[in-house]
């Protein structure tokens, strides 16, 4: 099945005067079917100058444009491929529900799913100016009482900076970023000016905590279109990216579990459902589909 969810997008162009769809396909070697299809035109003969149309198709790059009645069987026959590798490069886990308007990777690394990322099944959290037993229990997910038994503390009220607290079961499995969120396998939907999505969005309500999926070192820093974000250099030797976040910590090191931020709607999110924009890259290099990843771990 295909999914008319979003538009297929591979470039734009703008309605000139004079111009009709046909002379426009013609142009940019598309079919008007296609054409028509892929911006939601019932009439081909009514444009206006000034519109802007998304073009369909191959994108080059080895990216193929989701079309109206492609299967994914089908794509990849056309591009010399099995559909279970096809389905792997992207990510995808329901070779039966793609979406109009998605690129597809036609190449490149498959996308792993991360299982465990940790040696330990425990985290070690350095107590901080201001950290409270309660306030480190919240930022992993954990209980006031898991962390007194873990650490034999006789009085949970003194608790002094420096100090090494065990966190049971922060560190024996990769971490949802988001627990609780809503989210769908949205990788290589169309954006802006030819982009396509390289990642997953996780909503959920503004302020809900975000935590380390895995153990590393943090880096914050802000940006026009990512607002303000998080990289985090994982142990398991993957990289991952967090963006629109509301509030994020210092940059260091991290633990799995830790809470890093909060959701928001920062940088180019400003107006939209508060969520986490998620990216995952395997050894620092090209971006891979996130979503087989946050399914093996529950999320």
Known sequence: MVCAAVIAASADYTVQPGDTLG????????????????NAISNPDLI?????????GAVGGGTHVVLPGETLAGIADQHGLDAATLASLNGITNPSLIYIGTALRLSGPETPTVTAA??????????????????????????VSALVDANGIANPNLIRVGQQLTVPGAGGSWICPVADASFFNDWGFPRTSGRFHVGNDLFAPHGTPVRAPVGGWLDVLTGPVGGLQF????????????????????SGPVAAGQQVGTVGTSGNAAG???HLHFELHPGDGEAVNPYPTLQAAGC
Not at 48 to 56: A, S
Not at 231 to 250: K, W
């Open 23 to 38: 002379v426009i396909a013609s142009n940019l070697d598309v079919s008007v079917g296609d054409l028509a299809a892929a």
């Open 48 to 56: 206006r100058p000034g519109q802007v149309l998304v073009v369909p």
């Open 118 to 143: 940790a040696q330990s099944s425990a985290a070690v959290h350095v107590v901080a100016p201001g950290d409270s037993l309660a306030a480190v229990a919240a930022s992993y997910g954990t209980s």
């Open 231 to 250: 990289r985090l250099y994982g142990d398991d030797g993957n990289t991952y990216i967090g963006t629109h976040l509301d509030t994020a910590i210092e």
């Open 272 to 274: 939209a459902d508060p």
